[in-house]
Each structure stands twice: as structure tokens, then as C-alpha cells.
């Protein structure tokens, strides 16, 4: 049997009070892309009846980065690096391992009872960066060595695309599904018996905190088809 995890790392822009003066000239990029994945939390909750057990976090990826490693040099923002050691690991500590574990030692504890677990992790993407148009309407990332994964995204985006053939949908697009992330490490820690997907909506989608209702349905519905 497969059981099913839903996240999202970039749901939310808050600062903790603790840090809140370090960010007193990025209040306008906390509202953007960079701040948070925008509309993203919105379309998790709508989508957390499809998992038995979901996870999500609402502070801002500038303070840390919860989907980068430890040693990714992008694991701070330009408003934290410069924090000195004690402070960077006292955000740690804080912020970033908590989340990293609690998602962990759910898996661990669900692939001792189940043969295969399914990850989804809900992100969002800004429509153009650095002068770029991104050309998807929905991206889905997954390691291509892996066949679960394959198996699982190929079906996924015929799905979607039964349901709505006017959506464009990319595999690995905007980004590489191997690029150094969450879901990469988790497939290091578990093997075969993890599979991660990480679903990327444009944020053209996105109407304030809000996820466009037909995408959502149409996610909601066509991820079902495939785990039916």
C-alpha cells in the first residue's frame, strides 16, 4: 500500500520577532516571490484531503531556506547571512530542523507500516525572472532514474491535461527535480521506497494569497485519478 504526504516549505512571510530587525528594508520583497511561494498554501489546504498527513510551514524562506541542504550556499538570505554563527544556528535549530525532522520521522515511521510513500510538495513559481517568461502553467519535478516517480508524473500530467488540455503542463520545469531540495535529500535517506514530487503552479494562478479555483479543482481531481 501507498500512503500519501502532502508539504509546503514556502507557504507563509513571517518573521519571527526575534529577527524582524534584520528585515526592515525587505518588507516589500517579504510580499513577493522571494518572500514566499505565493498562493501556494492556499492550494495545499485544498489539496490536504488527498494526503493522510500533511505538513507545512508559513516562515518566510528568507530567514532559512527549508528546501536547500544544510551546506547549500543559498541556505540563508542576503538579510541573514551576515548574522554571525551562533545566530545562524540558534535559526537552525529553530526554524529548519524542526520541519525537516517532523517530515522525516513521519516517513520513517509510515514506510515501517506501508511498502511505498508518495510526496507531494506544493510550491508556486513567479511567471518571469531575470527578464525570462516561464512558458507552464504547471510543472511537475521528479527524479527521471527513478521509476516510481516517472511512472507517477507521466500519469499525473496526462491527467491534468484530460482535464483542462488548455493547461500547459512541463516536466522538471522551471527547475531540475534533482536540484539540491528537499525531496532530493529525502530520496537519499530513504531509497526506493520514497517517491517525491514536487508540483510548481505559475503564480499567474494566484490572486492574492488565493490559488485559482479551476486550477485547484483541476489538481484535486486529476491527482486523484492517478491514486485511485
Avoid at 114 to 128: A, N
Avoid at 147 to 162: L, M, P, V
Avoid at 165 to 187: E, S
Amino acid at each position: 500500500m501507498t500512503s500519501v504526504l502532502l508539504t509546503c516549505e514556502h507557504g507563509g512571510n513571517e518573521i519571527p520577532v526575534a529577527y524582524r530587525s534584520h528585515f526592515t528594508k525587505a518588507k516589500a520583497t517579504l510580499s513577493t516571490h522571494r518572500g514566499l511561494d505565493i498562493g501556494a498554501l492556499d492550494l495545499f489546504h485544498k489539496m490536504e484531503a488527498i494526503a493522510e498527513t500533511s505538513y507545512h510551514s508559513t516562515t518566510s524562506r528568507l530567514l532559512v531556506e527549508l528546501n536547500r541542504s544544510l551546506y547549500h550556499p543559498n541556505l540563508f538570505s542576503k538579510w541573514t547571512k551576515g548574522l554571525n554563527q551562533e545566530e545562524k544556528n540558534q535559526i537552525i535549530a529553530d526554524h529548519y530542523l524542526p520541519y525537516r525532522y517532523a517530515v522525516e520521522s513521519y516517513i520513517r515511521d509510515s514506510l515501517k507500516k506501508k511498502d511505498q510513500l508518495m510526496h507531494i510538495s506544493v510550491h508556486s513559481f513567479t511567471p518571469e525572472l531575470d527578464g525570462i517568461v516561464r512558458n507552464a502553467d504547471i510543472g511537475l519535478l521528479y527524479d527521471p532514474q527513478r521509476a516510481s516517480e516517472k511512472r507517477f508524473a507521466t500519469a499525473w500530467a496526462k491527467a491534468i491535461r484530460d482535464h483542462a488540455p488548455d493547461l500547459r503542463v512541463r516536466m522538471n520545469y522551471p527547475y531540475r527535480g534533482t536540484a539540491d531540495g528537499f525531496t532530493t535529500y529525502l530520496r537519499r535517506k530513504f531509497k526506493k521506497n520514497y517517491s517525491g514530487i514536487e508540483l510548481e503552479v505559475n503564480q499567474k494562478w494566484a490572486a492574492g494569497s488565493a490559488m485559482d479555483k479551476r486550477i485547484t479543482e483541476v489538481l484535486i481531481e486529476s491527482v486523484r485519478t492517478v491514486l485511485e
